[in-house]
Each structure stands twice: as structure tokens, then as C-alpha cells.
Nanobody
Framework: QVHLVESGGGLVQAGGSLRLSCAAA????????MGWYRQAPGKQRELVAV???????DYADSAKGRFTISRDDAKNTVTLQMNSLKPEDTAVYYC?????????WGQGTQVTVSS
């Protein structure tokens, strides 16, 4: 059974950086899309960044220029490098993986940015 293991959240001051990682554990290959979503208190879950198998990326406007998503298909991992963090980036960040009709979500990792 495949599950996602996230790491890298935490508390950081505004302007700082954090790196989130997510590994798909179990028997899975040829993942179509990997990415990160986030959900702040009282708000809906929203896309942060995704990356396809052929390396195409898509970012939320709020993430463009500050966040970088990458993946390592040999390790089935996806990483989100977040720079110049702002208090409004505070949220629970969820890893998301899609392969064909299979969709997986991670358990979420808290990112808190203090002003």
C-alpha cells in the first residue's frame, strides 16, 4: 500500500526559508503529478505548486518567484523550496500525488511564519 511521508515544516520568521519534502512509500512508479497544496485556518485548500512527470510546473500566483518545486523520480520524492516566506504563507501544507486514477494525500505538515 502506498502512502506519503512529509517532512520539513516548522516555525520561521518572515523572510526566512523552509524546505518541504514528501516521499511516496510503497510500490508505485510512473507518478503523473506531484505537488503541494495548503490550507489556512478558515480557508479552503489551495494549490501551491505541482510538477508533472515531464517536468512541467505550475505555481499559485502567490508562490511564483519565491517557491520552487522539484521531483526525483528515482526516489519518488517531491520537494518544495520556500524562500522569502510571509505570514500569509502560514498553513498546513499537504503533499499530493496522482497516478492514473489513484490520488494520494499526505497527512499535512504545519508551516508557521511569524511577523
Amino acid at each position: 500500500q502506498v502512502h506519503l511521508v512529509e517532512s520539513g515544516g516548522g516555525l520561521v520568521q518572515a523572510g526566512g526559508s523552509l524546505r518541504l519534502s514528501c516521499a511516496a512509500a510503497g510500490s508505485i512508479f510512473s507518478i503523473d503529478m506531484m505537488g503541494w497544496y495548503r490550507q489556512a485556518p478558515g480557508k479552503q485548500r489551495e494549490l501551491v505548486a505541482v510538477i508533472t512527470r515531464d517536468g512541467r510546473t505550475d505555481y499559485a500566483d502567490s508562490a511564483k518567484g519565491r517557491f520552487t518545486i522539484s521531483r526525483d523520480d528515482a526516489k519518488n520524492t517531491v520537494t518544495l523550496q520556500m524562500n522569502s516566506l510571509k505570514p500569509e504563507d502560514t498553513a498546513v501544507y499537504y503533499c499530493h500525488v496522482r497516478r492514473s486514477v489513484m490520488i494520494l494525500w499526505g497527512q499535512g505538515t504545519q508551516v508557521t511564519v511569524s511577523s
